[in-house]
């Protein structure tokens, strides 16, 4: 069974940069591609960036294209989201998730899910 633990998160001013990271147990984890959610106050999950297997396929939703890198480590079973230039739209509790299908937007796609980290974006 996988375990996903996400860290990293905090309070940034607008502009700054975060780094977050998602630490995977288990020895299939190149096996999987995987991908960051963002969940706002009152608001449902939404994606925000995916990677493949081997890290040669990458989405982002459109708001942090250009912002926001996801990359992985094969080698320490880890999954990163870079964030810089971050905005107080960015404010949300980020969630680490194993794809277990097709399309990689779509929350249902999604079978493993670490507890979360909170990021907090100050105007």
């Known amino acids: 069974q996988l375990q996903l633990v996400a860290s990293g998160g905090g309070l940034v001013q607008t502009g700054g940069s975060m780094r977050l990271s998602c630490a995977a147990s288990g020895d299939s984890f190149s096996r999987y591609a995987f991908a960051w959610f963002r969940q706002a106050p009152g608001k449902d999950h939404e994606f925000v960036a995916s990677i493949s297997r081997i890290g040669g396929i990458l989405y982002y939703r459109d708001s942090v294209k250009g912002r926001f890198t996801i990359s992985r480590d094969n080698a320490k079973n880890t999954v990163d989201l870079q964030m810089n230039s971050l905005k107080p739209e960015d404010t949300a509790v980020y969630y680490c998730?194993?794809?277990?299908?097709?399309?990689?937007?779509?929350?249902?796609?999604?079978?493993?899910w670490g507890q979360g980290t909170q990021v907090t974006v100050s105007s």
């Open positions: 998730a194993k794809l277990n299908g097709w399309v990689v937007t779509y929350e249902s796609t999604y079978d493993y």
